[in-house]
């Protein structure tokens, strides 16, 4: 259904002016609208089209149109924030030499803001595919172009403004998740409390919620769902495209972790036609990690979420179709080519496939935590739940790298972090520098040989944990509401049974030659002599044309860089799969 914005727009705020920038990025107003020289923008023309608009006319419009960058030539043109309640709020105006843009049109998806001509314009439009080619072909202006593009984004999410408006009960779990799912996908959203905004009480008289409704979603276009999916809000921001199921992809990148990630990069910038398929976040788990501060060539560290977004956009960059969220549900190989099933039952083609799908959190036995999850339970530590828990006592269970950099993170913003691990200390699960860093760190206490054993809530949330330490029985109750799960996870592996890709006793996936040997061993206990296997490529699976990387591949480091490497070294062993293919397979 969609509604008519102005029924829901009080008359004096349609149109106010607000900071065109984020106080933080003010200093960067250059790079974020630079101005092309006439010598640059000559060498433009040949990516484009040369049109004219006339005064008043509306160049992009938020929600709808697709496109990739129009570039002044003469004239001006507005530019204004629009959600689909009808709120604008004026950024800028693009005058000759500027373009418009941001991160989303390297994928030609929907406009997150109006454009409007002021006086006659005329003006050189570039399609996607062509500023995807501009940007590779002019290497110098590409970088200032894409620079421009991601500071628009970060911008649009600093200001928060711009995409979705999620309208809902305070603290309700279901808007939690939304919210989460938009952050870890660097989309920028607004929430609206209908008891503290009259817009969103005006909403909510108009569509009437039940208690199954909530969240409302309104999209840009002007389109409100109640209670939406993922999915259903992926496809209204273009992030989850039409794909069509005819196509034959050269890769099918399943997973779009660092090592899902690194594969499309490398193998789009080599002209290989790439899908990656994500079913929550680009980034994965690594883009969980507040700070990584032992990957090469970032000394003073870096987000997990940064690094992941910059190679996302990397992607975008080199034509990689990246869908999310789109969860696979079966890999078929039956026939050719291979197929990948995903979770709406629609299927997708590959010559190759390239399993980077990671793992699946682990939650603790306990009978009831589903029920707080989003109201108190928490597998991620974004500023989203660090803001939550501000001047609270939390409890963190985890004794890996990612839990240790979730509690030097979280206690930046909590009364104090309590540390569980049910082994004797963290020597053997993490990182020297983050043992020194959470021993430096006042407000963190490590609780050795503990547990959780019973959570204790209400409908608004959790209010207690119990927690037993296991050497002297003894169990307390700590009246607490946040507690974060980094336990470690599960191979997600269960959905490739109707293909038969081989996996170990823990559900991790055979590569080279771990795959011979295990056909070998399964011969021999049979008392059959072992056949003469084929020569099986490093990271190949049991299954010609399906190659698997990262977490998920038996034996693997499991670090970023490890995932990031992995992703980089399969290309090469894609090309010669190929290579050895009959000619038009």
Same mark, same amino acid.
């Given at each position: 259904?969609?509604?008519?914005p102005?029924?829901?727009?009080?008359?004096?705020?349609?149109?106010?002016?607000?900071?065109a920038?984020?106080?933080?990025?003010?200093?960067?107003?250059?790079?974020?609208?630079?101005?092309?020289?006439?010598?640059?923008?000559?060498?433009?023309?040949r990516?484009?089209?040369?049109?004219?608009?006339?005064?008043?006319?509306?160049?992009?419009?938020?929600?709808?149109t697709?496109?990739?960058?129009?570039?002044?030539?003469?004239?001006?043109?507005?530019?204004?924030?629009?959600?689909?309640?009808?709120?604008?709020?004026?950024?800028?105006?693009?005058g000759?030499?500027?373009?418009?843009?941001?991160?989303?049109?390297?994928a030609?998806?929907?406009?997150?803001?109006?454009?409007?001509?002021?006086?006659?314009?005329?003006?050189?439009?570039?399609?996607?595919?062509?500023?995807?080619?501009?940007?590779?072909?002019?290497?110098?202006?590409?970088?200032?172009?894409?620079?421009?593009?991601?500071?628009?984004?970060?911008?649009?999410?600093?200001?928060?403004?711009?995409?979705?408006?999620?309208?809902?009960?305070?603290?309700?779990?279901?808007?939690?998740?939304?919210?989460?799912?938009?952050?870890?996908?660097?989309?920028?959203?607004?929430?609206?409390?209908?008891?503290?905004?009259?817009?969103?009480?005006?909403?909510?008289?108009?569509?009437?919620?039940?208690?199954?409704?909530?969240?409302? =979603? /309104?999209?840009?276009d &002007?389109?409100?769902?109640?209670? $939406?999916?993922? #999915?259903? !809000?992926?496809?209204?921001? %273009?992030?989850?495209p039409?794909?069509?199921?005819?196509?034959?992809?050269?890769?099918?990148?399943?997973?779009?972790?660092?090592?899902?990630?690194?594969?499309?990069?490398?193998?789009?910038?080599?002209?290989?036609s790439?899908?990656?398929?994500?079913?929550?976040?680009?980034?994965?788990?690594?883009?969980?990690?507040?700070?990584?501060?032992?990957?090469?060539?970032?000394?003073t560290?870096?987000?997990?979420?940064?690094?992941a977004?910059?190679?996302?956009?990397?992607?975008?960059?080199?034509?990689?179709?990246?869908?999310?969220?789109?969860?696979?549900?079966?890999?078929?190989?039956?026939?050719?080519?291979?197929?990948?099933?995903?979770?709406?039952?629609s299927?997708?083609?590959?010559?190759? =496939? /390239?399993?980077?799908? &990671?793992?699946?959190?682990?939650? $603790?036995?306990? #009978?009831? !935590?589903?029920?707080?999850e %989003?109201?108190?339970?928490?597998?991620?530590?974004?500023?989203?739940?660090?803001?939550?828990?501000?001047?609270?006592?939390?409890?963190?269970?985890?004794?890996?790298?990612?839990?240790?950099?979730?509690?030097?993170?979280?206690?930046?913003?909590?009364?104090?972090?309590?540390?569980?691990?049910r082994?004797?200390?963290?020597k053997?699960?993490?990182?020297?520098?983050?043992?020194?860093?959470?021993?430096?760190?006042?407000?963190?206490?490590?609780?050795?040989?503990?547990?959780?054993?019973a959570?204790?809530?209400?409908?608004?949330?959790?209010?207690?944990?119990?927690?037993r330490?296991?050497?002297?029985?003894?169990?307390?109750?700590?009246?607490?509401?946040?507690?974060?799960?980094?336990?470690?996870?599960?191979?997600?592996?269960?959905?490739?049974?109707?293909?038969?890709?081989?996996?170990?006793?823990?559900?991790?996936?055979?590569?080279?030659?771990?795959?011979?040997?295990a056909?070998?061993?399964?011969?021999?206990?049979?008392?059959?002599?072992?056949?003469?296997?084929?020569?099986?490529?490093?990271?190949?699976?049991?299954?010609?044309?399906?190659?698997?990387?990262?977490?998920?591949?038996?034996?693997?480091?499991?670090?970023?860089?490890?995932?990031?490497?992995?992703?980089a070294?399969?290309?090469?062993?894609?090309?010669?799969?190929?290579?050895?293919?009959?000619?038009?397979?």
């Open positions: 259904m969609t509604l008519t102005t029924q829901f727009v009080p008359e004096a705020s349609k149109e106010d002016e607000v900071p920038i984020g106080a933080t990025i003010e200093s960067r107003r250059h790079q974020i609208f630079p101005r092309l020289t006439d010598a640059e923008v000559r060498r433009l023309h990516f484009g089209t040369v049109r004219t608009y006339h005064n008043g006319v509306r160049v992009l419009e938020a929600g709808h697709t496109f990739g960058m129009v570039v002044v030539l003469a004239g001006r043109i507005a530019i204004n924030r629009y959600d689909g309640l009808g709120n604008s709020a004026f950024i800028t105006e693009h000759p030499g500027e373009f418009t843009a941001e991160v989303s049109q390297l030609g998806r929907p406009s997150l803001v109006n454009a409007t001509a002021v006086g006659e314009v005329e003006a050189l439009v570039i399609s996607p595919e062509n500023l995807r080619a501009l940007v590779i072909a002019e290497a110098e202006l590409g970088e200032r172009i894409v620079r421009a593009l991601i500071l628009r984004r970060v911008n649009l999410l600093e200001v928060g403004s711009g995409g979705p408006v999620l309208v809902g009960p305070h603290g309700h779990p279901r808007l939690f998740h939304l919210q989460s799912f938009l952050t870890s996908n660097g989309h920028p959203h607004t929430i609206l409390d209908p008891q503290e905004d009259a817009q969103a009480r005006t909403l909510c008289e108009y569509y009437q919620p039940t208690a199954d409704d909530w969240p409302l =979603v /309104v999209c840009p &002007g389109s409100v769902k109640k209670n $939406p999916s993922n #999915a259903d !809000i992926g496809r209204c921001l %273009g992030m989850l039409e794909l069509d199921p005819s196509k034959v992809w050269d890769v099918i990148v399943v997973g779009a972790g660092p090592a899902g990630l690194a594969t499309s990069v490398y193998a789009g910038s080599e002209g290989l790439v899908l990656a398929l994500e079913q929550r976040a680009y980034g994965g788990q690594a883009a969980a990690s507040a700070r990584i501060e032992n990957y090469l060539g970032f000394p560290g870096i987000s997990g979420g940064a690094l977004g910059r190679a996302f956009v990397q992607a975008q960059k080199f034509g990689v179709e990246v869908a999310v969220p789109a969860a696979a549900a079966r890999l078929l190989c039956d026939t050719w080519p291979l197929r990948v099933e995903l979770a709406d039952g299927c997708v083609q590959g010559r190759t =496939v /390239v399993l980077s799908c &990671g793992a699946r959190y682990r939650r $603790p036995a306990l #009978a009831n !935590i589903k029920q707080f %989003g109201r108190g339970i928490y597998y991620w530590a974004s500023r989203i739940e660090a803001n939550l828990c501000r001047s609270e006592e939390v409890i963190l269970v985890g004794g890996g790298n990612s839990a240790g950099q979730a509690a030097v993170f979280l206690s930046g913003h909590a009364k104090k972090v309590h540390m569980v691990i082994g004797a200390g963290l053997a699960t993490m990182s020297t520098y983050l043992i020194e860093r959470i021993k430096a760190t006042a407000n963190i206490e490590l609780h050795t040989h503990t547990e959780i054993v959570l204790e809530g209400d409908e608004d949330g959790l209010k207690q944990v119990r927690l330490n296991n050497r002297t029985s003894e169990e307390t109750d700590c009246d607490m509401g946040r507690v974060f799960l980094f336990i470690g996870a599960d191979p997600n592996t269960d959905w490739l049974g109707d293909c038969g890709v081989d996996v170990d006793a823990q559900g991790f996936i055979r590569t080279g030659h771990d795959v011979t040997k056909q070998c061993r399964a011969k021999l206990e049979q008392g059959l002599a072992p056949d003469e296997q084929p020569a099986r490529l490093p990271l190949e699976t049991s299954v010609p044309g399906v190659f698997a990387i990262g977490d998920v591949r038996a034996g693997s480091t499991k670090r970023v860089a490890a995932g990031v490497g992995e992703g070294q399969v290309v090469s062993q894609i090309h010669a799969f190929l290579a050895n293919l009959p000619a038009g397979a």
